[in-house]
């Protein structure tokens, strides 16, 4: 256990009394702890697939006239399982070289959810999604194995954040000009995998990401966050892989140093296939579509429909959708609904993007099997291939998915 700094090391965030470090309240040894839940959210098999740990959205659940993913519908990836954080106790903890007035870990700033709360706030859209999304498509579609959970495409929301920017709060502790890198690090139990220990899940990243717009988010749509979803406070790293984004936010260390962690040498880089031996770590989202129907959905003979989807990319917002209705025989540009990648009236002061909802007449369909593709670019002229190269963990699925429709 860490002791309570000394008054006059304390951080100038607040002159606010502070908190001790809490540990999340269900460790194991803890006698509730045996028969806990990985997620603790309902996961109805109508809108879920359960994996376990994870479990993603499916998309024939997701409602065309809603732009934001309600947090009970978001997708959970847990490398362990949600923990139990007491918001009344709960401290972020702030340490490293990198500060002006450098810091160890036990000497760390300690700040408080009421500490935060108390800065200037700031509310962003993103997309969040999954590295892995879209992974199943290596096996059914270009017949490879790779590892991970076999995710279609429902490991990705689109989510408008609460918070604190992180540039906010680095600026007020005070940073070094020789900073370069933060790691971020959870509260939730060290992740083991087979014989290896790889400790708290925890991610570094560049400062001039953290000084970009990077979020500490205490909510999202205007409720504060699910356990699932990180509560009391997640990191956001706006368009970045979803590892990125540390849910349980326990400590950031601002370091001089790039920093590594397992989280960004042994995962979430490419490996196997034709990737370099050196692939860095990844970082920014790819282009991916998605229809909104049942996974082999059936529609009715000769019945006119409107079918709707939706497009994403790490880079921002989709600029056009084109869509095929005989497996890439003929294509046809998609309606665009939400070209700025932001919900309708969801006003100013949001610098952010989500995904962006189109729509597509299917008129009078004959009887008989089809694949329906959809290819998204984005603004940066960003688009989706045909065949996503192999890599052995299975990311960054980003080829057209052949989506398969039975009319009758
Ligand atoms: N502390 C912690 N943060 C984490 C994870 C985790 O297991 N522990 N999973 C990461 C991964 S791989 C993803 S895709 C996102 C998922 O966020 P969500 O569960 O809120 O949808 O959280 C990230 N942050
Ligand atoms: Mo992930």
Not at 84 to 95: C, E, G, K, S, W
Not at 102 to 111: E, P, T, W
Not at 136 to 146: A, E, L
Not at 383 to 401: I, K, L, R, W
């Amino acid at each position: 256990m860490t002791t309570r700094p000394q008054a006059t090391r304390r951080t100038v965030l607040s002159a606010a009394a502070v908190t001790p470090f809490a540990a999340p309240l269900l460790r194991p040894g803890h006698p509730a702890y045996a028969g806990a839940p990985n997620i603790l959210k309902p996961l109805p098999p109508e809108r879920f697939h359960d994996y376990g740990t994870n479990a993603e959205m499916r998309w024939d659940s997701v409602d065309p006239a809603r732009y934001y993913t309600a947090q009970r519908d978001l997708f959970v990836r847990n490398h362990t399982r949600t923990p139990t954080i007491d918001p009344a106790t709960y401290a972020l903890r702030v340490f490293g070289d990198g500060l002006e007035e450098r810091r160890s870990q036990d000497d760390a700033h300690v700040l408080t959810l009421r500490d935060l709360r108390r800065l200037p706030r700031h509310t962003r859209t993103t997309v969040l999604e999954c590295t892995g999304n879209g992974r199943s498509f290596f096996g059914s579609q270009q017949d490879q194995t790779v590892s991970g959970t076999p995710w279609k495409l429902g490991s990705v929301g689109t989510v408008r954040w609460e918070g604190v920017r992180l540039r906010t709060v680095l600026r007020r502790l005070g940073l070094s000009p020789r900073a370069v890198s933060v790691m971020a690090t959870g509260l939730d139990d060290e992740f083991v995998s087979g014989e290896t220990n790889y400790g708290r899940v925890r991610r570094p990243f560049s400062l001039e990401k953290a000084l970009d717009d990077a979020i500490l988010a205490w909510g999202a749509n205007g409720q504060d966050l699910l356990p699932d979803h990180g509560f009391p406070l997640r990191l956001v790293l706006p368009g970045w892989i979803g590892i990125a984004s540390i849910k349980w936010l326990g400590s950031l260390e601002v370091s001089k140093r790039e920093q590594t962690s397992p989280w960004n040498t042994t995962f979430y880089r490419m490996t196997g296939g034709d990737h370099p031996a050196d692939s860095p770590p990844l970082t920014l989202n790819p282009v991916r579509s998605a229809w909104e129907l049942p996974w082999e959905a059936t529609l009715e003979a000769g019945t006119t429909t409107t079918l709707t989807g939706r497009s994403w990319s790490g880079a921002g917002p989709i600029r056009r959708v084109d869509v095929s209705l005989d497996g890439g025989g003929t294509w046809q540009r998609a309606d665009v609904v939400d070209p700025a990648g932001r919900a309708p009236r969801s006003g100013a002061g949001d610098s952010g993007a989500g995904w962006t909802r189109w729509t597509v007449r299917w008129r009078r369909p004959r009887a008989g099997t089809y694949e329906l593709l959809a290819r998204a670019t984005d603004r940066s002229g960003r688009t989706q291939p045909d065949v996503t190269p192999f890599n052995s963990q299975g990311y960054f699925f980003d080829a057209v998915v052949r989506h398969p429709v039975t009319v009758a």
